[in-house]
């Protein structure tokens, strides 16, 4: 059973950064396509950014684009998400998720394609 972990979150003002990371244990992850997702309050969760364990590929979500970079750090034991130029309305709970389906395009943003699923980090964007 893989167990994701989740850090990093706060406050933080508009315009500010923040880098959450998401630690596995007991397996690395160089085998599992990583997603991040988001869900604030009242809302349907959404998916943020992902790395694939096939090819090293990254995909974000269109209104993180630039300001969001995904990456696999510390021998593949942790997978990063810095968030940068934040924004009141991302607001929510950032969860990480791993799955070892080998998931392309569309297929990524199902979040119940996923098969673990951390208990979320609370990233609050206010001034």
């Known amino acids: 059973q893989l167990h994701l972990v989740e850090s990093g979150g706060g406050l933080v003002q508009p ?4 880098k959450l990371s998401c630690a596995a244990a007991p397996y690395t992850l ?6 991040w997702f988001r869900q604030a ?3 349907e969760r959404e998916g943020v950014a992902y790395i694939s364990h096939v090819d090293g590929s990254t995909n974000y979500e269109d209104s993180v684009k630039g300001r ?4 696999r750090e510390n021998a593949e034991t942790v997978v990063s998400l810095q968030m940068n130029s934040l924004k009141p309305e991302e607001t929510a709970n950032y969860y990480c998720t791993a799955t070892t389906q080998p998931l ?4 990524l943003t199902n979040s119940e394609l996923y098969e673990y699923w951390g208990r979320g980090t609370q990233v609050t964007v206010s001034s």
């Open 15 to 18: 315009g500010g950064s923040l």
């Open 30 to 35: 160089e085998r599992y396509t990583i997603g």
């Open 41 to 43: 309050p009242g809302k």
């Open 68 to 71: 969001f970079s995904i990456s």
């Open 104 to 107: 392309r395009g569309i297929y």
